[in-house]
């Protein structure tokens, strides 16, 4: 059932929704660009939408490995020691045969040109394009997360929740271990000192195999 190797996802086709820009940006009761009053706003997000098109390479990469048990709060498997560690995570995993362990990206160049801009003052330009990234960054999560899911279907499974890193119980710590699982640096994603992912526009996540019935 399992892979050797790492299945990797280059240039994940995307659309840029106006609509969920503009929720992240917390702008309310508009729709469509169009129903946005102050027209400066409305058009540094279509500018914004329009660039990062030509900034974000979608990127992934996922690996999936045999589950054993659990000990403790320490959910053990082939290959995966104790990153699976935390009440938060035992609980996910229960019932579980397979983690697959997955990293996505938008790639650096959005957050780049976010730098730029910044340094040039050009402040609203700026955080629109990182309110773009930051949504992004989930979509291609989502997007990754749906392949996953088929060949858990495929295989007659179901599927948890999909967990990151940082929530709960789980610690940053574990960040190292699991780039290195899943492959991460096969997409370009590095760690620095504090264990955040480089890109910072990425995300890194982990989806058991439930046991059908």
Not at 18 to 43: F, G, N, Q, T, Y
């Amino acid at each position: 059932m399992l892979m050797k190797n790492a299945t990797v996802l280059e240039n994940i086709p995307f659309n840029i929704d106006h609509e969920r820009v503009m929720r992240e940006m917390k702008i309310p009761h508009a729709r469509e660009l169009s129903d946005i009053e102050e027209k400066p706003l409305a058009d540094s997000i279509k500018k914004a939408i329009d660039t990062a098109y030509g900034l974000i390479e979608g990127k992934g990469v996922y690996k999936t490995f045999r589950l054993t048990g659990a000990k403790g709060n320490v959910v053990t498997g082939d290959e995966t020691g104790d990153i699976f560690s935390g009440d938060n995570i035992v609980k996910l995993l229960d019932g579980s045969d397979f983690a697959t362990l997955m990293a996505t990206t938008i790639g650096h160049k959005l957050e780049d040109k976010v730098e730029e801009l910044q340094a040039a003052g050009e402040i609203t330009e700026a955080f629109a394009l990182e309110m773009v990234g930051g949504w992004m960054a989930d979509y291609m999560a989502d997007r990754v997360d749906e392949n996953i899911e088929r060949e858990i279907k495929r295989k007659g499974y179901s599927r948890t929740m999909r967990y990151s890193p940082g929530y709960g119980d789980w610690p940053l710590e574990k960040q190292p271990g699991i780039l290195r699982l899943c492959e991460g640096e096969k997409i370009g994603i590095k760690l620095t000192e504090t264990n955040i992912m480089v890109p910072r526009k990425s995300v890194s996540a982990v989806i058991g195999w439930k046991r059908a019935g």
